[in-house]
C-alpha cells in the first residue's frame, strides 16, 4: 500500500549507529543544533563536531542544562590545521579567489565544516538552522561538486505523517530546471526513496493532466517525462499530472486513465522551485507532515540543509539522514 513503509527513521538510526558517523554542525550556537547534536553523541549515533565560538557554546549549554562533555567543539579561527585547510581550499578555488578571500571564507562557519567534510575529518555535514540555502549550498557546490555521472545537485523533502511517507522535490536548489535537469532531479530522488525504503512511482507535476491545458510550462514537463521514461524504464514514472491525478485513485483513473503511476504516485517532482518550495511548506503547515530536508542529491558528499523554521526533532531526524547517507555509495 501506498505510503506504508517500515519505520524509517528507526532503519535509519540502526544504519547510522553501526559505523557511528562524524558529522559537523557549523550552527554550534543555535539551540536547536547543540541540543540535537548532544542528543545524536550522547544516544551513540554520531560523533558529532560543533563549530562556533567555544565559549559561548559553552555557556549556552550550560543554560539549557545540556551535558556536552562528548561533544567535540571547534573554533575555526583557532583551528591548529587553520593554515593547511586554506592552502587545499586555494587549491580548489585559485581560479576565482585570492588565498586571503579563501583565508576569509575559512572563518565562515559553513565553508570550514564543508572543508572538514572534503578533507573526510567529517564524514557529512547539517547546516542552515541559522543561514539561507543558497549560502548553506554554496560551499558544497564549489568544494565537494557533484557526485561522479551526475551534473546538477538538487534537493528533496521526506513528508512524514503516521505511516505515510512522501517524497517531493525539488523544493529548495534548482530555480528553473529544464527537461533535462528535471529527468535529472527524478532520477536522484527514486534513489533517495529507495533509501528510505519507499518504491517510487514517480509523477511529474504540473497545471495539466494529459494534454488537458497547452503551453510552454507543460511541453517541458511532458518532454521530462518523456526522457526520464527512455532512460530509466525500470523505474515507474509518468507525467504530465496534476496533484489530484497524482495522488487520488478515483481522479487518476479519471483524469489519465491506464496510468501505472497515477493516483498511486509516492515521488513528486514539481515543475519549478516556486511550486515546490510553496508545496511541501503547505504539507507541513496545513497537513501536518513533517518535512525532513532538504536532503541534498548528486553531491559527491553527504550535506544537508534545514530550513530557518527548523526545530530540534527536524535537525536530529536530517542529521540521521546524513548519516546514513554517509554509509552508501552513491549517496
Ligand atoms: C543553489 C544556488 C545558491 C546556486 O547559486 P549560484 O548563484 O548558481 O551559485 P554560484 O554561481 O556561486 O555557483 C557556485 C558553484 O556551484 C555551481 N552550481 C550552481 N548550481 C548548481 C547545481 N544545482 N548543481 C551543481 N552545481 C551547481 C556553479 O556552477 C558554481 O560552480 P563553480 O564555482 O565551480 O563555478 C542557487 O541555485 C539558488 O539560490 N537556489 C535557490 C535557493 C533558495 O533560495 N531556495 C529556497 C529556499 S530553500
Ligand atoms: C527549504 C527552505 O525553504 O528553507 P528556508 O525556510 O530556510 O528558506
Known amino acids: 500500500m501506498r505510503g506504508t513503509v517500515?519505520?524509517?527513521?528507526?532503519?535509519?538510526?540502526?544504519?547510522?549507529?553501526?559505523?557511528?558517523?562524524?558529522?559537523?554542525?557549523?550552527?554550534?550556537?543555535?539551540?536547536?543544533?547543540?541540543?540535537?547534536?548532544?542528543?545524536l553523541e550522547n544516544e551513540g549515533v554520531v560523533s558529532a563536531i560543533l563549530l562556533g565560538n567555544i565559549d559561548n557554546i559553552k555557556t549556552l549549554a550550560e543554560k539549557m542544562d545540556l551535558d556536552i562533555s562528548k561533544v567535540k567543539l571547534i573554533d575555526p579561527k583557532a583551528y591548529p590545521d587553520f593554515e593547511?585547510?586554506?592552502?587545499?581550499?586555494?587549491?580548489?578555488?585559485?581560479?576565482k579567489n585570492t588565498f586571503e578571500q579563501v583565508k576569509e571564507m575559512l572563518c565562515q562557519e559553513t565553508f570550514f565544516g564543508t572543508m572538514l567534510?572534503?578533507?573526510?575529518?567529517?564524514?557529512?555535514?547539517?547546516?542552515?538552522?541559522?543561514?539561507s540555502t543558497a549560502d548553506t549550498v554554496r560551499p558544497a557546490l564549489q568544494i565537494v561538486k557533484t557526485a561522479k555521472g551526475m551534473h546538477r545537485v538538487s534537493s528533496s523533502f521526506i513528508m512524514e505523517r503516521g505511516d505515510e511517507k512522501y517524497i517531493f522535490a525539488d523544493c529548495a536548489i534548482n530555480i528553473d530546471p529544464d527537461a533535462e535537469t528535471l529527468t535529472e532531479i527524478a532520477y536522484q530522488s527514486a534513489q533517495t526513496a529507495k533509501a528510505v525504503g519507499i518504491d517510487p512511482k514517480i509523477a511529474f507535476l504540473s497545471f495539466s493532466t494529459k494534454g488537458s491545458a497547452k503551453g510552454e510550462m507543460i511541453d517541458k514537463v511532458v518532454e521530462a517525462t518523456k526522457l526520464f521514461n527512455k532512460k530509466y524504464?525500470?523505474?515507474?514514472?509518468?507525467?504530465?499530472?496534476?496533484?489530484?491525478?497524482?495522488?487520488?485513485?478515483?481522479?487518476?483513473?479519471?483524469?489519465?486513465?491506464?496510468?501505472?503511476?497515477a493516483g498511486h504516485a509516492n515521488v513528486f517532482i514539481f515543475p519549478e522551485l516556486q511550486s515546490g518550495n510553496i508545496g511541501y511548506k503547505i504539507a507541513?503547515?496545513?497537513?501536518?507532515?513533517?518535512?525532513?530536508?532538504?536532503?541534498?542529491?548528486?553531491?559527491?558528499?553527504?550535506?544537508?540543509?534545514?530550513?530557518?523554521?527548523?526545530?530540534?526533532?527536524?535537525?536530529?531526524?536530517l542529521a540521521i539522514v546524513t548519516a546514513a547517507q554517509a554509509t552508501r555509495d552513491d549517496k
Open 6 to 39: 517500515m519505520k524509517v527513521f528507526d532503519v535509519l538510526k540502526k544504519t547510522a549507529m553501526k559505523e557511528k558517523k562524524t558529522i559537523v554542525f557549523p550552527e554550534g550556537e543555535d539551540k536547536r543544533i547543540l541540543e540535537a547534536a548532544t542528543r
Open 84 to 95: 593547511r585547510l586554506a592552502e587545499d581550499l586555494y587549491k580548489i578555488r585559485k581560479d
Open 117 to 131: 567534510v572534503y578533507e573526510k575529518i567529517a564524514d557529512g555535514m547539517v547546516s542552515g538552522a541559522a543561514h
Open 233 to 261: 524504464p525500470e523505474i515507474p514514472a509518468d507525467g504530465e499530472l496534476q496533484f489530484d491525478a497524482a495522488f487520488v485513485p478515483s481522479i487518476g483513473e479519471a483524469k489519465a486513465p491506464g496510468s501505472k503511476v
Open 284 to 317: 507541513q503547515r496545513l497537513g501536518n507532515f513533517s518535512a525532513v530536508g532538504p536532503i541534498l542529491q548528486g553531491l559527491a558528499e553527504p550535506i544537508n540543509d534545514l530550513s530557518r523554521g527548523c526545530s530540534t526533532q527536524d535537525v536530529y531526524d
